[in-house]
């Protein structure tokens, strides 16, 4: 998923108003942003393979380190002890875990069986969502209108919100239906350009807020 991860975040962020959403995003995202730094590192690899499901080129052939379910958790429960580490509220450090752990299971749902349980098995999972574009659409699209209008619903939110909530849009249209990369290292660069600045526009966004 793309904006299905960013649409946990908005609810995470909206059910606790601590966590900005920049933040929000970061831990929705973080096994997405750690991903790019094993594949560049070689611990992980991917391959283009158009075709090899209706809505990505992306072949994900070896991941566990970022994406496996005992690392996400162990990841998302060292955010929540940063966080902590920080002087944020414990509340705000669950929500975040959780939001991590979101990523696994939003994955779990719309990848086909490459989803790893641990970095030392082969067994793989995956529901396979990904198999048809038209259902992909219209889930992962509900999910983040929804979490849109959760998210925004009794406040008074600013355009650069509805700026960031646009160009999401168009970046998941332009993953669907634009061309495949060129290779995986424009892939992983990208990923590290981008993750980082939507963490800060979600953060300027979430103080914006009145």
Known sequence: MFVGHFAAALVGSRLEPRLRLGTAFLAAQLPDLLWPVFLLTGLEHATIVPGDTAVTPLRFDHYPWSHSLLLVAAWGAALAALLRARGLAKKVAVVAAALVLSHWLLDFASHRADMPLVPWSDARLGLGLWRSLPLTLALEGALFAGAIVFYA???????????????????????????????MTAVALSALVLFPLLWLWGNRTSASIS
């Not at 970046?171 to 634009?178: I, Q």
Request: net charge positive.
């Open 153 to 183: 619903r009794g406040r008074r939110i600013g355009r650069g919100f509805w700026a960031l909530a646009f160009t999401l849009t168009l970046l998941y249209l332009a993953n669907l239906f634009g061309p495949p990369p060129p290779n």
